[in-house]
């Protein structure tokens, strides 16, 4: 008979444990850490760790509740709490994160991960001010720490100040030459701030990135990827999607420089897309995403067209439009419409939510717009007509008591709405958009038509922070919240000019 393990025993499982740990070894880790809560259920850091696993893995609640335990029988680990915060904002939960951070400093203040997990939790809290003092107070116990200048960089990124944020990733980069989400945000910095060529080459370094390697493997494309050193002539390029729809819609412009350059081009996208991009000029055949291929010399995925091309803010391709709403759609929805009394503006106030990206939430958060501040608009002589799709924003104008509203009527659209080229048909039929940063947006940019976009303080690279003009989309006029989170003005000032121009 085998005898009770001895805490001698435990402490070099657990000693054990965390070495294949740090190896990355995680199921040997997994395996002998299981050993010591077996042996001992009271092990802190057993749980601990095991939690640090789980959360490696993608298994976020239950590496959080995990963690929980841990602390449950050690509150005063400072490491489990600020684990804890790190593990809550990975989850959206940016409140509790920073509870859990201000936890760990309290028991110990000089705790450089706590601090620096508590600068990244006020950061998606829209907090930039206060996150740039926690990373300075901890780079100067830190001056080397590659995170914290990294983190910094993103704090001075959401203040505008994209000059300085850029230094700050040239530090990260020079402690740390190959990571490939520093480089990445180096480039979102250097487009920011105009420098196209320098942002676009730094930005391909996401296809270093695990994420990114693993999209172009399971795509298992056996033709080379084109940067640009190619010719193109006599070729067939396969133009494909990576990211979002926004983009797609963004950079599928690139197709007719590609023709232009000799190539036959084949672009894949998803079905909502299919039918609106047989309108973009230069294309010779549209296939919908999970289709068979047709044969192909050269691949390049969307957003890389514009490193390709070795892009700069004077030779951005200006052929807008280069989408067009299908003629008879717009028929369509022109009787679905009816006669038209006033003049017709689009609504677009929310982005969305993705559940399945919780990493998300804190930029979409602070680019989405509450339906209740649409009240703003009430007593305007204008026809609104709601082009929202997607929850929760659908689901709250379908809630919406009208009767009651103390707002302007909104027309709700979307049932009718099945894919981009009907909402191409709809906004053709719109004398303005209106909208927040989304998709919507660089349909209506690219079809040509009059486009505001209430856009936030620390609006993306790519609606030029220089100025109230879009460099890709002349049609487009911004109206940028002059202080970080404040959508008032930005209402206030979107009613004035639309009375203005509906005058």
């Known amino acids: 008979m085998v005898g009770p393990i001895s805490s001698a025993n435990t402490g070099?499982?657990?000693?054990?444990?965390?070495?294949?740990?740090?190896?990355?070894?995680?199921?040997e880790a997994w395996q002998a850490l299981n050993e010591v809560v077996a042996a001992d259920p009271n092990s802190a850091m057993a749980w601990q760790l095991m939690?640090?696993?789980?959360?490696?893995?993608?298994?976020?609640?239950?590496?959080?509740?995990?963690?929980r335990r841990s602390i449950a029988?050690?509150?005063?680990?400072?490491?489990?709490?600020?684990?804890?915060?790190?593990?809550?904002?990975?989850?959206?939960?940016?409140d509790e994160a920073l509870e859990a951070c201000e936890r760990a400093l309290k028991l110990n203040p000089s705790f450089v991960d706590a601090q620096l997990n508590r600068a990244n939790a006020l950061l998606d809290l829209g907090r930039p001010v206060e996150a740039l003092a926690g990373y300075d107070r901890a780079l100067k116990r830190q001056p080397g720490?590659?995170?914290?200048?990294?983190?910094?960089?993103?704090?001075?990124?959401?203040?505008?100040?994209?000059?300085?944020a850029a230094a700050a990733f040239d530090l990260a980069v020079a402690?740390?030459?190959?990571?490939?989400?520093?480089?990445?945000?180096?480039?979102?910095?250097?487009?920011?701030?105009?420098?196209?060529?320098?942002?676009?080459?730094?930005?391909?370094?996401?296809?270093?990135?695990?994420?990114?390697?693993?999209?172009?493997?399971?795509?298992?494309?056996?033709?080379?990827?084109?940067?640009?050193?190619?010719?193109?002539?006599?070729?067939t390029l396969l133009l494909h999607s990576e990211q979002g729809?926004?983009?797609?819609?963004?950079?599928?412009?690139?197709?007719?420089?590609?023709?232009?350059?000799?190539?036959?081009?084949?672009?894949?996208v998803e079905e909502p897309l299919v039918a609106l991009m047989r309108s973009l000029p230069g294309i010779s055949q549209v296939i919908e995403l999970g289709q068979s291929l047709p044969p192909f010399d050269l691949h390049c995925p969307l957003m890389s067209l514009p490193f390709a091309f070795r892009t700069t803010l004077e030779t951005i391709p200006l052929n807008v439009p280069y989408l067009f709403a299908d003629p008879q759609r717009v028929k369509v929805w022109s009787g679905r419409l009816g006669p038209k009394t006033n003049p017709r503006v689009g609504l677009v106030w929310s982005s969305g939510v993705r559940p399945d990206q919780p990493e998300l939430k804190a930029i979409n958060g602070r680019r989405n717009i509450p339906l209740s501040m649409l009240a703003a608009?009430?007593?305007?002589?204008?026809?609104?007509?709601?082009?929202?799709?997607?929850?929760?924003?659908?689901?709250?104008?379908?809630?919406?008591?009208?009767p009651s509203w103390d707002g302007p009527p909104i027309v709700n659209m979307a049932a009718d709405i099945g894919d981009f080229s009907d909402t191409a048909a709809l906004i053709e039929n719109l004398d303005l958009l209106v909208t927040v940063d989304t998709s919507t947006a660089h349909l209506s940019g690219a079809l040509g038509k009059p486009t505001w976009i209430m856009n936030r303080f620390d609006a993306c690279w790519r609606w030029s922070p220089m100025g109230p003009d879009s460099v890709w989309y002349p049609s487009v006029r911004q109206f940028r919240q002059p202080h970080i989170g404040d959508w008032s003005s930005v209402l206030a000032e979107v009613r004035a000019a639309l009375a203005e121009r509906f005058a």
């Open 12 to 27: 070099a499982m657990l000693q054990n444990g965390l070495a294949l740990l740090q190896q990355g070894r995680l199921e």
């Open 51 to 67: 939690a640090l696993i789980l959360l490696q893995v993608g298994q976020t609640q239950d590496g959080i509740d995990l963690l």
């Open 73 to 94: 029988l050690n509150p005063r680990d400072a490491s489990a709490h600020s684990n804890l915060g790190n593990a809550l904002r990975d989850a959206g939960q940016y």
């Open 145 to 164: 720490n590659v995170k914290l200048h990294n983190n910094r960089g993103n704090a001075l990124r959401a203040l505008n100040r994209n000059g300085e």
């Open 175 to 235: 402690a740390q030459p190959g990571v490939a989400e520093i480089h990445a945000n180096r480039g979102f910095a250097r487009l920011a701030s105009g420098d196209y060529l320098g942002g676009f080459e730094q930005f391909e370094w996401r296809w270093k990135h695990e994420r990114m390697q693993a999209y172009l493997q399971s795509r298992n494309f056996d033709r080379p990827f084109w940067r640009g050193e190619e010719p193109l002539a006599g070729k």
């Open 245 to 268: 729809f926004g983009d797609i819609l963004q950079f599928c412009r690139y197709g007719a420089l590609a023709a232009e350059a000799g190539a036959t081009v084949v672009i894949e």
């Open 377 to 402: 608009f009430k007593g305007l002589p204008v026809e609104f007509h709601s082009l929202q799709k997607g929850q929760p924003a659908e689901g709250d104008l379908d809630a919406l008591d009208q």
